[in-house]
């Protein structure tokens, strides 16, 4: 346990000098005094850096890296190692790269890239894994009953809504917020209207009337094993390397959709257990809805485990990033990250701080984030 | 339905569901695939002369089947004619559906269109400035820009393109974009057509060196193979016996260790460690340079075994070490679990009163019931390793298929990306199912068609 505490205090670190990036590395100083004015330039980054450093002001309090990431130091030679002195006499801590962009304010800005990643990849993969997680799991193969009209409506109704506005809306070159309006109003209305008609139609059918299990589990499984069956990296750089402007948005979204897997297989097998409980049933047996019980009854119960799954998967989306921008795919290419840095140390091997330093924060993160997942 | 049939059923289906995908995305990446056949000279013919360039294009367009539709079914609106696809420019193509889109009344449209089609072509005859107007004109539909161009030009000249225009403007009816049509194409289409080339094993043809990407991989796969089988015999060669010797010596001072060297082994990046051998051992840098620094070690003709052995072991140490030592701490540390439960039974107990010594209790009766684990483990196991293969192949410089996914992504050389991406999931998807197989055939207990504990 005092393991999983080191490493919960290390992400909180990392967290911190993801939020505070700007405060830690960068050209401009925290504060400063010019023309008997009080200014925190740190914290507006607004116009050039460089006006702080020429114009110098009365007095100023620097970051401890007094670098931007992607500021290339032209005083320096490419490749400089560790405490070198650059302009104005401040000093690369790390070093620099080929450009000589510094290498502390490189992971700085690599530890704010690193958490976005791994949080916003990890939000997206929740999105989509806990409700079919949840749903799979709590009800099971014949835990939702629907009659056939119903059943219908839904996928014939659903379906050819989303074909409509695929079909035709797009014609109309909406922008892509609108577009997705669009799509979910079409699904919506289409589902509605043959609802609507069904429910005249199954007055006289009684075929329709008769109500059906939903076999919720096996298909939240079958799409599970099809996305399982997905060779995950490889299909991640055969996408990225789709698109001509590669950025962090698309890598968040494309990690977070081939993750949710884990999150969903890990709820199921907890909604399983708590669904068979007793105080399930004693609940259910004083007339708590069915919506209720799940949301409000069995979900929260459900959700420690996830959070040990989700620990697990933010240190595997930060070291996929890590990967596909040593690859450089992905992120692009003036963007400073972790995986960036080690890139360039392939290319110089002397520069052994590009490689060491990098490499350094993405292992203990990984095993900060693996350790937090209790065996 | 047995457990093991529907097994096999999601093989096909999302082998299927693949393709789709692969299929899909070469349809929407950008460029002009066609084009990019094309060879240079050809391609040359455009500002010479663009009646040879067309013909050229329909010829090759017809060769790689992209006059046909893209799909069995077409979705789309009343506007949109089901012969779209008949005009094979993707550029002209889009231009006639955003006139078809703003317009809404085909017969004129395509009236209009095959005007401007004709006019551009430049036929002896017409006067140049039309001529530049129309070119202009084929690639725009935006109608502001078309109405401009065609009042720059002089009124007596530019009549045989305003004509149809104001005809086409006149007869608009736009709305018929809300009108929904579904076309059934038959199996004359384009998907189906690539489907059909990847069963017969034509995989297509490389945009970059106009090589069969079936040859292309053919010389890469045996390469991948090796690399990810020598990495796959050294993780369950060494694993087995230390996630043994770990469960059997349970919290003395080497299992203790063993699981927090297991512990990092297992967290810290593959690719890192790789990098920092390759920095480390393969260039002079540091003045360690003991490791070859790329490629499979050339063998001289007539070489012996053991010379052949020792080429390939200094060229494949590291990046085996390396895609590996991961998976070898994963295995250990599950089969240390498993062997652990296994100790606790009962008939341990008994074979230890019978005076069998530790060690033959260990192997012959632990190892056997706490293995079934790692046979499923392989078929997780696999995917991971092709795809550490690829960083471990770039870092190493290993010709392999995951440099060829690598170089062709980068190159957007797509037929031999989307050949990969197939390649690799059917792997891991045969992967998956011989480990249930193997799983159900080692222990009779199972019974597959019982639901498993998730």
Same mark, same amino acid.
């Given at each position: 346990?005092?393991?999983?505490?080191?490493?919960?205090?290390?992400?909180?670190?990392?967290?911190?000098?993801?939020?505070?990036?700007?405060?830690?590395?960068?050209?401009?100083?925290?504060?400063?005094?010019?023309?008997?004015?009080?200014?925190?330039?740190?914290?507006?980054?607004?116009?050039?850096?460089?006006?702080?450093?020429?114009?110098?002001?009365?007095?100023?309090?620097?970051?401890?890296?007094?670098?931007?990431?992607?500021?290339?130091?032209?005083?320096?030679?490419?490749?400089?190692?560790?405490?070198?002195?650059?302009?104005? /006499?401040?000093?690369?801590? +790390?070093?620099?790269?080929?450009?000589?962009?510094?290498?502390?304010?490189?992971?700085?800005?690599?530890?704010?890239?690193?958490?976005?990643?791994?949080?916003?990849?990890?939000?997206?993969? !929740? !999105?989509?894994?806990?409700?079919?997680?949840?749903?799979?799991?709590?009800?099971?193969?014949?835990?939702?009953?629907?009659?056939?009209?119903?059943?219908?409506?839904?996928?014939?109704?659903?379906?050819?809504?989303?074909?409509?506005? +695929?079909?035709?809306?797009?014609?109309?070159?909406?922008?892509?917020?609108?577009?997705?309006?669009?799509?979910?109003?079409?699904?919506?209305?289409?589902?509605?209207?043959?609802?609507?008609? !069904?429910?005249?139609?199954?007055?006289?059918?009684?075929?329709?009337?008769?109500?059906?299990?939903?076999?919720?589990?096996?298909?939240?499984?079958?799409?599970?094993?099809?996305?399982?069956?997905?060779?995950?990296?490889?299909?991640?750089?055969?996408?990225?390397?789709?698109?001509?402007?590669?950025?962090?948005?698309?890598?968040?979204?494309?990690?977070?959709?081939?993750?949710?897997?884990?999150?969903?297989?890990?709820?199921?097998? =907890?909604?399983?257990?708590?669904?068979?409980?007793?105080?399930?049933?004693?609940?259910?047996?004083?007339?708590?809805?069915?919506?209720?019980?799940?949301?409000?009854?069995?979900?929260?119960?459900?959700?420690?485990?996830?959070?040990?799954?989700?620990?697990?998967?933010?240190?595997?989306?930060?070291?996929?990033?890590?990967?596909?921008?040593?690859?450089?795919?992905?992120?692009?290419?003036?963007?400073?990250?972790?995986?960036?840095?080690?890139?360039?140390?392939?290319?110089?091997?002397?520069?052994?701080?590009?490689?060491?330093?990098?490499?350094?924060?993405?292992?203990?993160?990984?095993?900060?984030?693996?350790?937090?997942?209790?065996? | 339905?047995?457990?093991?049939?529907?097994?096999?059923?999601?093989?096909?289906?999302?082998?299927? !569901?693949?393709?789709?995908?692969?299929?899909?995305?070469?349809?929407?990446?950008?460029?002009?695939?066609? /084009?990019?056949?094309?060879?240079? =000279?050809?391609?040359?013919?455009?500002?010479?002369?663009?009646?040879?360039?067309?013909?050229?294009?329909?010829?090759?367009?017809?060769?790689?089947?992209?006059?046909?539709?893209?799909?069995?079914?077409?979705?789309?609106?009343?506007?949109?004619?089901?012969?779209?696809?008949?005009?094979?420019?993707?550029?002209?193509?889009?231009?006639?559906?955003?006139?078809?889109?703003?317009?809404?009344?085909?017969?004129?449209?395509?009236?209009?269109?095959?005007?401007?089609?004709?006019?551009?072509?430049?036929?002896?005859?017409?006067?140049?400035?039309?001529?530049?107007?129309?070119?202009?004109?084929?690639?725009?539909?935006?109608?502001?820009?078309?109405?401009?161009?065609?009042?720059?030009?002089?009124?007596?000249?530019?009549?045989?393109?305003?004509?149809?225009?104001?005809?086409?403007?006149?007869?608009?009816?736009?709305?018929?974009?809300?009108?929904?049509?579904?076309?059934?194409?038959?199996?004359?289409?384009?998907?189906?057509?690539?489907?059909?080339?990847?069963?017969?094993?034509?995989?297509?043809?490389?945009?970059?060196?106009?090589?069969?990407?079936? =040859?292309?991989?053919?010389?890469?796969?045996?390469?991948?193979?090796?690399?990810?089988? +020598?990495?796959?015999?050294?993780?369950?060669?060494?694993?087995?016996?230390?996630?043994?010797?770990?469960?059997?010596?349970?919290?003395?001072?080497?299992?203790?260790?063993?699981?927090?060297?297991?512990?990092?082994?297992?967290?810290?990046?593959?690719?890192?460690?790789?990098?920092?051998?390759?920095?480390?051992?393969?260039?002079?840098?540091?003045?360690?340079?003991?490791?070859?620094?790329?490629?499979?070690?050339?063998?001289?003709?007539?070489?012996?075994?053991?010379?052949?052995?020792?080429?390939?072991?200094?060229?494949?140490?590291?990046?085996?070490?390396?895609?590996?030592?991961?998976?070898?701490?994963?295995?250990?540390?599950? +089969?240390?679990?498993?062997?652990?439960?296994?100790?606790?039974?009962?008939?341990?107990?008994?074979?230890?009163?019978?005076?069998?010594?530790?060690?033959?209790?260990?192997?012959?009766?632990?190892?056997?019931?706490?293995?079934?684990?790692?046979?499923?483990?392989?078929?997780?196991?696999?995917?991971?390793?092709?795809?550490?293969?690829?960083?471990?192949?770039?870092?190493?410089?290993?010709?392999?298929?995951?440099?060829?996914?690598?170089?062709?992504?980068?190159?957007?050389?797509?037929?031999?990306?989307?050949?990969?991406?197939?390649?690799?999931?059917?792997?891991?998807?045969?992967?998956?199912?011989?480990?249930?197989?193997?799983?159900?055939?080692?222990?009779?207990?199972?019974?597959?068609?019982?639901?498993?504990?998730?």
């Amino acid at each position: 346990m005092k393991q999983a505490r080191w490493a919960g205090i290390f992400l909180g670190f990392l967290f911190l000098v993801a939020v505070l990036a700007n405060v830690l590395a960068g050209d401009r100083p925290i504060v400063a005094r010019m023309d008997g004015q009080l200014h925190f330039p740190a914290l507006q980054q607004r116009g050039p850096g460089s006006q702080w450093t020429r114009n110098a002001p009365g007095w100023a309090v620097w970051p401890p890296i007094p670098y931007a990431a992607a500021e290339t130091d032209l005083s320096v030679p490419g490749f400089s190692p560790p405490l070198t002195r650059g302009s104005l /006499e401040r000093r690369h801590w +790390l070093g620099t790269d080929r450009l000589g962009r510094d290498t502390a304010a490189g992971l700085v800005a690599g530890t704010r890239i690193a958490m976005w990643v791994g949080i916003g990849s990890l939000c997206i993969a !929740l !999105l989509v894994g806990v409700p079919l997680g949840a749903l799979a799991g709590f009800y099971g193969n014949d835990g939702i009953r629907l009659s056939r009209a119903d059943i219908l409506a839904l996928a014939v109704g659903g379906s050819g809504g989303l074909m409509y506005a +695929l079909g035709c809306l797009t014609a109309l070159d909406p922008g892509p917020l609108t577009m997705l309006l669009l799509l979910i109003l079409c699904t919506v209305v289409g589902t509605s209207l043959l609802w609507v008609l !069904l429910r005249g139609v199954s007055r006289r059918v009684r075929w329709l009337r008769r109500r059906v299990a939903v076999p919720v589990d096996r298909t939240v499984l079958l799409l599970m094993e099809l996305s399982v069956s997905i060779p995950g990296l490889v299909v991640l750089i055969a996408v990225l390397s789709f698109v001509y402007q590669s950025s962090i948005a698309l890598l968040i979204l494309i990690i977070g959709l081939l993750g949710w897997t884990q999150v969903a297989r890990f709820l199921r097998a =907890e909604m399983m257990r708590i669904r068979d409980m007793r105080y399930i049933a004693a609940a259910r047996i004083s007339g708590v809805r069915e919506l209720r019980l799940l949301l409000r009854h069995a979900l929260p119960n459900a959700v420690r485990p996830v959070l040990v799954v989700a620990a697990f998967m933010v240190g595997s989306s930060i070291l996929a990033e890590t990967m596909l921008s040593f690859l450089g795919v992905g992120v692009s290419a003036d963007q400073v990250t972790w995986g960036s840095m080690l890139q360039q140390s392939r290319m110089w091997p002397s520069a052994w701080w590009l490689a060491v330093f990098p490499g350094l924060s993405l292992t203990l993160t990984v095993l900060a984030c693996n350790s937090l997942q209790k065996r | 339905m047995p457990y093991l049939l529907r097994r096999l059923l999601y093989l096909p289906l999302s082998l299927l !569901l693949l393709s789709l995908l692969c299929f899909a995305f070469t349809r929407a990446a950008p460029g002009d695939p066609v /084009e990019r056949r094309m060879s240079s =000279e050809a391609a040359r013919s455009l500002s010479q002369d663009p009646e040879v360039y067309l013909q050229n294009y329909r010829r090759l367009a017809r060769e790689m089947g992209y006059d046909l539709p893209p799909f069995y079914i077409t979705f789309t609106n009343a506007a949109i004619p089901d012969t779209l696809h008949r005009i094979v420019v993707a550029e002209h193509r889009a231009t006639a559906r955003a006139l078809a889109h703003h317009f809404g009344n085909w017969p004129e449209v395509q009236d209009y269109f095959r005007r401007v089609q004709a006019i551009s072509l430049g036929l002896p005859g017409t006067d140049g400035q039309v001529v530049s107007t129309a070119r202009r004109l084929l690639l725009r539909a935006d109608p502001q820009y078309v109405e401009r161009a065609l009042r720059q030009l002089p009124p007596a000249i530019a009549a045989p393109l305003t004509a149809p225009y104001l005809a086409m403007q006149k007869a608009a009816t736009p709305s018929r974009v809300l009108l929904p049509r579904i076309y059934w194409n038959g199996l004359e289409n384009q998907y189906h057509r690539y489907l059909m080339n990847l069963l017969r094993g034509e995989w297509g043809v490389s945009y970059s060196d106009r090589r069969p990407v079936a =040859e292309k991989i053919s010389v890469t796969l045996p390469r991948t193979l090796l690399l990810n089988g +020598l990495a796959l015999l050294v993780v369950y060669l060494f694993a087995v016996p230390l996630g043994l010797y770990m469960a059997q010596y349970r919290d003395s001072r080497f299992d203790r260790w063993a699981t927090v060297l297991t512990f990092l082994a297992y967290g810290v990046p593959g690719f890192w460690v790789a990098t920092l051998l390759a920095n480390f051992f393969t260039t002079p840098a540091f003045g360690m340079d003991y490791f070859p620094s790329m490629g499979f070690g050339e063998v001289p003709a007539g070489a012996g075994w053991l010379q052949v052995a020792r080429i390939r072991a200094a060229h494949l140490f590291l990046p085996v070490l390396c895609l590996a030592y991961p998976s070898f701490a994963y295995v250990s540390r599950h +089969l240390r679990t498993a062997a652990l439960s296994e100790l606790r039974q009962p008939y341990v107990r008994t074979a230890r009163m019978k005076g069998l010594s530790g060690s033959r209790v260990l192997w012959k009766h632990v190892f056997r019931n706490a293995s079934f684990p790692l046979v499923t483990m392989l078929g997780g196991l696999l995917p991971a390793l092709l795809a550490g293969s690829v960083l471990i192949e770039k870092i190493f410089n290993l010709p392999g298929m995951g440099q060829l996914l690598y170089n062709a992504a980068l190159a957007r050389d797509w037929p031999v990306v989307t050949a990969v991406v197939l390649l690799n999931g059917l792997l891991t998807i045969l992967g998956l199912v011989l480990a249930d197989l193997g799983y159900a055939l080692l222990d009779p207990r199972v019974s597959l068609n019982k639901p498993r504990n998730p």
